[in-house]
């Protein structure tokens, strides 16, 4: 056996979603997270298609945290063979589980609609990614879970160390230290980062000495507008569309944003800016799954959000409507004015969200609030673009609502954020993921190379040395 540490990308290769990375240690291997791939139909075939490895060859699968572009194709690796651990955070843990069963019972539902057009037509019938069952088998794989700062033994000369990476409850990035009896190397996975100084969670912690760095370039080519700012207007957004008769729509995901966007509207309606009177819809049964979860994971809070919650319920509002299940969530539907409707999915790719638009984009009185990243080939993406009108459940549908994109929301770190923390730690390379190529991803090659260091973006199953 000849000594060997090498890198490959699977995932969110030169694009934003579907993370997936693979690093051998001499016969040893570890993946970082395995995620779905988003947004149209060339994503959605990504994700049928092979690996790029063989997943019965893994040893141990370390999750950075439960976002769906980051865990969606667990189950999948587990049905093809994968029988090693997952690591992670308790609180990655049990979000992903509600993530991973969501994705399965909308696959199911998907397949069960394709299965009736197929009969009507020519279509042919296809097969879920995986099932619920495959979903909660999954969860059998999933050890103990890891503290933050502690390092643990993954496999032979692999040992890591999770930091918190301030994205959403539980997110950490990923430190690797590698050793094949011959050097040792050390690599850290920024995984998603977090905009510092936000509510609720703490800022992430900086990047260690590492060899090598993997750093997400999502808002690689930008700054983010001020929080104060973005709540601000929000705050005027949720009025004016209430002032003329009109529904606010914000498709929210699930896991952070979901809460961050009722604490502010908490804040909000307690300070006197925004009506009492509000009427605010959670219409995503994982989002108040992930609001429960939440309150059991206060380790992952900042000290001034634990003083807020020993005080009262920071998610709290006087007319706040928790909608589980479908007829509660088409009841919905009767009102006209009033309503601050938050569904899911963030991206308008699937979820209630879709339905809530339907009944509400061509409403020139509401209002659709955006405020998180939409991926090329997304329903959101296309509507924030300025398409004129969008197709939802086979019916073309004008866009004449009030659109607002705030970005400062958003749970990713911008350009600034990114190189803070990277630091000034001498790096043998960095390699840049999960973001667009032609935007976050060379905006942010060019800015490393203006400070002397040296990148690369890895393509699809590119094999590279790590020496």
């Known amino acids: 056996m000849n000594p060997r540490i090498e890198y490959s990308c699977h995932g969110a290769a030169r694009q934003v979603t579907g993370s997936c990375h693979l690093v051998t240690c001499n016969d040893r291997r570890v993946l970082i997270d395995c995620g779905m791939f988003q947004g149209g139909r060339e994503q959605d075939e990504a994700?049928?298609?092979?690996?790029?490895?063989?997943?019965?060859?893994i040893d141990a699968l370390l999750l950075t945290h439960a976002h769906l572009d980051h865990c969606g194709r667990i189950p999948k690796l587990v049905r093809e063979g994968f029988k090693g651990r997952i690591l992670t955070t308790g609180a990655t843990r049990d979000l992903a589980r509600i993530v991973m069963?969501?994705?399965?019972?909308?696959q199911e539902e998907e397949v069960r609609r394709g299965r009736r057009r197929g009969r009507r037509g020519d279509e042919p019938a296809f097969e879920p990614l995986y099932t619920l069952d495959d979903a909660l088998h999954t969860m059998d794989f999933f050890a103990d879970p890891v503290p933050y700062d502690q390092t643990v033994a993954v496999t032979d000369g692999i040992q890591a160390r999770f930091l918190d990476a301030g994205h959403i409850l539980g997110s950490a990035s990923i430190l690797l230290q590698l050793d094949d009896g011959?050097?040792?190397?050390?690599m850290v996975?920024?995984?998603?980062?977090?905009?510092?100084?936000?509510?609720?969670l703490r800022s992430p912690a900086p990047a260690p000495a590492a060899d090598y760095a993997v750093i997400e370039t999502t808002y690689g080519n930008r700054q983010h507008r001020s929080l104060p700012d973005s709540v601000d207007e929000l705050y005027r957004a949720v009025r004016e569309t209430v002032a003329r008769g009109g529904n606010v729509v914000i498709p929210t995901f699930a896991l952070e944003r979901a809460q961050e966007v009722l604490y502010y509207l908490h804040q909000g309606v307690r300070d006197g800016k925004l009506p009492p009177s509000i009427q605010v819809f959670l219409d995503s049964p994982m989002a108040i799954s992930a609001t429960e979860i939440f309150r059991r994971h206060p380790e992952c809070f900042d000290d001034a959000f634990l003083g807020e919650l020993r005080q009262g319920d920071p998610f709290a509002l006087p007319h706040l409507h928790f909608t589980r299940d479908t007829g509660e969530s088409m009841a919905i539907n009767s009102i006209e004015s009033g309503a601050v409707i938050l569904a899911g999915s963030g991206m308008c790719t699937g979820g209630r969200v879709r339905h809530h638009l339907?009944?509400?984009?061509?409403?020139?009185?509401?209002s659709v609030v955006f405020v998180g990243y939409a991926a090329e080939g997304t329903l959101a993406r296309r509507i924030v673009d300025g398409a004129p009108t969008v197709k939802i459940f086979g019916e073309?549908?004008?866009?004449?609502?009030?659109?607002?994109?705030?970005?400062?929301?958003?749970?990713h770190a911008d350009q600034t954020s990114l190189l803070a923390w990277l630091g000034t730690s001498p790096r043998r390379k960095v390699f840049l993921v999960h973001g667009e190529y032609q935007s976050g991803m060379r905006a942010m090659a060019e800015k490393l190379d203006g400070l002397g260091i040296a990148s690369h973006m890895p393509g699809m199953n590119e094999p590279i040395l790590i020496d």
């Open 47 to 57: 994700n049928y298609a092979p690996f790029g490895f063989d997943p019965a060859s």
């Open 101 to 106: 069963l969501d994705s399965a019972g909308l």
């Open 182 to 186: 011959k050097q040792q190397r050390s």
């Open 189 to 200: 996975f920024s995984g998603d980062l977090g905009d510092p100084g936000r509510p609720i």
């Open 358 to 366: 339907k009944l509400n984009l061509w409403r020139e009185k509401s």
């Open 396 to 411: 073309e549908i004008r866009v004449r609502a009030q659109l607002w994109t705030i970005n400062g929301f958003s749970a």
